[in-house]
């Protein structure tokens, strides 16, 4: 198994990817046979110079240009051919690689992984899969978490066969709940897309819970939740800025007083173990689902544990052959 | 001025419900010539027989039927004729009341006002406005928090307009900054809707601001956010869900040892400062813009406070006029 590492793209690229990418080469030596680095070879290494030895099986592929992260993801793809996105892309419709990883411009890795390696058979959008920190044992997976901003009933139905393939391969969830997102539970509710959604998905053969709405997110109702990229990317980031915001008036509420000063010292830790619970970085990036090899998106702020993380998913959704997976989801559903 | 009371709708109808009217009659008895509070005449008095002496200018206008949280709004308004919620909004068709006040079902509310009422002239849809606490000096509103599904671009204006005129009546924000919610900055980004209501918006007369996604919404970026009732409501949910996540974890994080209890003891006072700041209940209900009266839908879970702080935002925009207002500013939008 060789993985391709988009070394130039996060907003703490190369230094903090190729830390991470290194960490991982040490963790998981035995399941990769070769990293493969995608960048400017002279940044890549005076990145490495600070991080000790180089990791055996970590080669660099050098690619001239860097996609920046607010660039038009089109315009990115077709003008800068030779990006370390579309590179790292490239390898993996060679074969040489398996699996490509990229902290780097969402759309972009969409754009040059949509156009590059084409979706599978039968699957109309390719959408992204984002893992989300929950009140149940399980996180829960949001799909689509921003690939696509107009979607038909048909694509939502999709959607929820290769979140439910990825719940059940890479989170370990037996039958995964699928719930479609809405703003009603019962049948009539929600807008004209997601009404002739529920139709089809009751049809299915998913384990479908019927709608689900906001409030029933965070309170382990569901372990896929169904949705087009426009309401899915919203959901995200509206969650991550109100996490944020009570993280803003905690702090805030925490150093009027000395009392409160030192309550917030007794309580430090807890809070350590709060942050950790609630951050998704752990899950470590979130995949591309519906093409022919693994891609995976991590957050652009990712650190080098984060990217560590992201990459032990990336091998582990190579050998639980999650994109074979998909197919054959994708494939039973059209004949069910 | 009157102004009719749903006693009937809501988690703990009649009782927070009577008691929150009492508590607004004596703190608004300058402003306000009677209330009517609208449901059955014996569960209203029983409710009143443990709060104390009547107090003046409240009396009961007898409603037998009412409408449960989770009924079709449409059959409701329809087979319930006599209904609190079709009761009280009859009051203000006839002139007898100015507003209507209800934490029942806000989509029964939305049909009967919608139906009864009928839309100001030239609105497409009456929409509801909710305010929500923000990271700046003022909270922000979300406009349509769930009145409609599927939207135009054109009806997306309208919203920002009405929205627009409550910011500055109701929260005293003097030029509000409007945007619409999408998935990026850029006039490209968004969906076909978004896209088209973009450019609509730039050329409107109001204080537009551009595309604002989900991470700016409590960062003081923006005063009124538009989008349709469908992505509204699931913020609002969504958004409700992750606070109560937080605040779980924060909970089960501060019993787990003596000292975390200890210092949970001494931030005590900052967490119930912290609940307060994040508490959209003391804006005190949601109105529904875009008809001729004033229409203020109340969460379900409203108690008595929460409900004397609707009546006073109640009473509030029918002395501000806030519908001739929101009529005027969509007729200049025709215009313009």
Redesign the interface.
Known sequence: MRIAVDAMGGDFAPGEIVAGTFRAAVALADQVEEWLLVGREDAIRSAAAALGPWPPRVRIVHADEVVDMGE?PAVAVRRKKNSSINQAVALVRSGEAAAVFSAGNTGALVAAATLKLRPLEGVLRPAIATTIP??GRFPWVLIDA?AN??CTAEMLVQFAVMGAVYAREILGIPEPRVGL???GE?D?K???V?REAFGRLRASPLNFVGNV???????DQVDVVV?????G??????????????G???RE??T?TP??A??????R???R??RT??DASSYGGAPLLGVPGVCIVAHGASRAEAVANGLRVTVEAVRREVPQKVARGVQELAHS
């Open positions: 038009s929950g009140g921003g901003t107009d997102l809405s703003v019962e009539v929600g807008n004209e997601t709405e906001g409030h029933d997110l965070f309170e949705c087009d990229g426009f309401v990317n919203i959901v995200l980031k509206t969650s991550e800025s109100v996490a944020h915001f009570f803003r008036l905690l509420t925490l009027t009392w409160r030192l309550g917030a010292w007794l309580i830790g807890g809070l173990e709060l619970r609630a």
